[in-house]
């Protein structure tokens, strides 16, 4: 089968991670353990997701003319992205995240942009060919709303459906949330967005009906440990999700969007694109970093059919039984497979 051309417009940076005991408090320093730098950014991290969850995936973006810009490039290209459309800045360096984790999991990021708040509408337009012949266009929100609403409106134009993931957290205006195809808000952004705390089922099918009421066809609400509120034409369901044992949750949400924008693409139903994009989050959680543990498309069906966290072991994909306790749950379903 094909690949299901995906065209992805955002960020990319380079993130700096520190391993720490627990996230230091307001003015107080930690010795931590491991260093290591690996690529970031939500868009790229989305990018690579869709990559390797099965996408054909262009990529648009704005990164420095320094090294970091260069091992961003080499990523690129080695998960077999279209990098024709990621420009070059030669004033403004690439960004950079700086980021603790946690023995539990859990992480703290602070980001300077540097070139991705320079990606503008007008190098989303030289790429207007490109979204006639998408299947799906995936947004996020660490370029500038301009931007993005830029390429929205390429993509309504060509009548290609839009995923926008809306993070960070930031009001938005009425004319990018109307006609958009999926909405795929945390708890945070679900509140800034409906004024409505996100607290269980109940408060999640409120928030999901007020999002929908903006003119949108179909919202998932990640919920972190608790997992994920689907909605949609005649859909409202919460989906419990996988127990794992957490190493990093950097980039979960961004596999999560990768592998269900693939999933969309493909035109597989809300529900199961919702399974797929669940158990690649999940995966993706046990492992440092964030394109550092996106997982593979055969990664993720064999956790979908076994229930077993595979790990990589000389190229090749062994289950190693780790369904965990303590750990993050995912973003959606029961272990293998969605029973509908």
Same mark, same amino acid.
């Given at each position: %089968? @094909?690949? #299901?051309?995906?065209? !992805?417009?955002?960020?990319?940076?380079?993130?700096?991670?520190?391993?720490?005991?627990?996230?230091?408090?307001?003015?107080?320093?930690?010795?931590?353990?491991?260093?290591?730098?690996?690529?970031?950014?939500? *868009? &790229?991290?989305? /990018?690579?997701?869709? @990559?390797?969850?099965?996408?054909? !995936?262009?990529?648009?973006?704005?990164?420095?003319?320094?090294?970091?810009?260069? %091992?961003? =490039?080499? *990523?690129?290209?080695?998960?077999?992205?279209?990098?024709?459309?990621?420009v070059r800045d030669r004033t403004n360096p690439s960004g950079v995240a700086l980021i603790f984790v946690a023995a539990s999991g859990q992480n703290s990021i602070a980001v300077a942009p540097g070139a991705n708040s320079k990606l503008s509408p007008a190098d989303v337009r030289k790429a207007r060919g490109l979204f006639r012949n998408a299947s799906v266009v995936l947004l996020q929100l660490e370029t500038p709303l301009k931007t993005a609403q830029a390429a929205a409106e390429l993509a309504? /134009? /060509?009548?290609?459906?839009?995923?926008?993931?809306?993070? #960070?957290?930031? &009001? =938005? +205006?009425?004319?990018?949330?109307? *006609?958009?195809?999926?909405?795929?808000? $945390?708890?945070?952004?679900?509140?800034?967005?409906?004024?409505?705390?996100?607290?269980?089922?109940?408060?999640?099918?409120?928030?999901?009906?007020?999002? =929908?009421?903006?003119?949108?066809?179909?919202?998932?609400?990640?919920?972190?440990?608790?997992?994920?509120?689907?909605?949609?034409?005649?859909?409202?369901?919460?989906? +419990?999700?996988?127990?794992?044992?957490?190493?990093?949750?950097?980039?979960?949400?961004?596999?999560? $969007?990768?592998?269900?924008?693939?999933?969309?693409?493909?035109?597989? #139903?809300?529900?199961? /694109? @919702?399974?797929?994009?669940?158990?690649?989050? &999940?995966?993706? !959680?046990?492992?440092?970093?964030?394109?550092?543990?996106? +997982?593979?498309?055969?990664?993720?069906?064999?956790? %979908?059919?076994?229930?077993?966290?595979?790990?990589?072991?000389?190229?090749?994909?062994?289950?190693?039984?780790?369904?965990?306790?303590?750990?993050?749950?995912?973003?959606?379903?029961?272990?293998?497979?969605?029973?509908?």
């Amino acid at each position: %089968m @094909a690949k #299901p051309p995906v065209l !992805v417009v955002g960020s990319s940076n380079t993130d700096m991670i520190i391993k720490v005991e627990r996230l230091p408090q307001p003015g107080e320093t930690l010795l931590g353990g491991d260093f290591s730098t690996v690529s970031g950014g939500k *868009g &790229a991290n989305q /990018a690579v997701g869709a @990559a390797l969850a099965g996408g054909a !995936v262009t990529f648009i973006a704005r990164i420095g003319s320094d090294m970091f810009g260069d %091992m961003a =490039l080499e *990523g690129f290209r080695a998960n077999r992205i279209n990098t024709e459309f990621i420009v070059r800045d030669r004033t403004n360096p690439s960004g950079v995240a700086l980021i603790f984790v946690a023995a539990s999991g859990q992480n703290s990021i602070a980001v300077a942009p540097g070139a991705n708040s320079k990606l503008s509408p007008a190098d989303v337009r030289k790429a207007r060919g490109l979204f006639r012949n998408a299947s799906v266009v995936l947004l996020q929100l660490e370029t500038p709303l301009k931007t993005a609403q830029a390429a929205a409106e390429l993509a309504h /134009a /060509a009548g290609v459906r839009v995923i926008l993931n809306p993070a #960070p957290a930031q &009001a =938005l +205006p009425a004319s990018l949330l109307d *006609g958009l195809f999926l909405l795929t808000p $945390n708890e945070t952004e679900t509140l800034l967005l409906t004024g409505i705390n996100v607290e269980n089922e109940r408060t999640a099918a409120q928030a999901a009906d007020k999002l =929908l009421g903006q003119g949108i066809e179909n919202a998932i609400i990640t919920m972190g440990a608790r997992g994920a509120f689907v909605a949609g034409k005649g859909i409202r369901r919460f989906l +419990p999700g996988y127990k794992v044992s957490a190493v990093d949750a950097t980039g979960a949400g961004d596999v999560f $969007n990768g592998a269900l924008a693939v999933s969309i693409a493909e035109g597989k #139903p809300l529900l199961e /694109a @919702a399974a797929f994009a669940n158990a690649a989050a &999940a995966i993706s !959680v046990t492992r440092l970093g964030a394109q550092t543990s996106a +997982p593979s498309r055969k990664e993720i069906e064999h956790f %979908m059919e076994t229930g077993k966290v595979p790990r990589r072991e000389h190229g090749s994909i062994v289950g190693n039984g780790s369904n965990g306790s303590n750990g993050w749950n995912g973003l959606g379903i029961k272990r293998k497979g969605l029973k509908v």
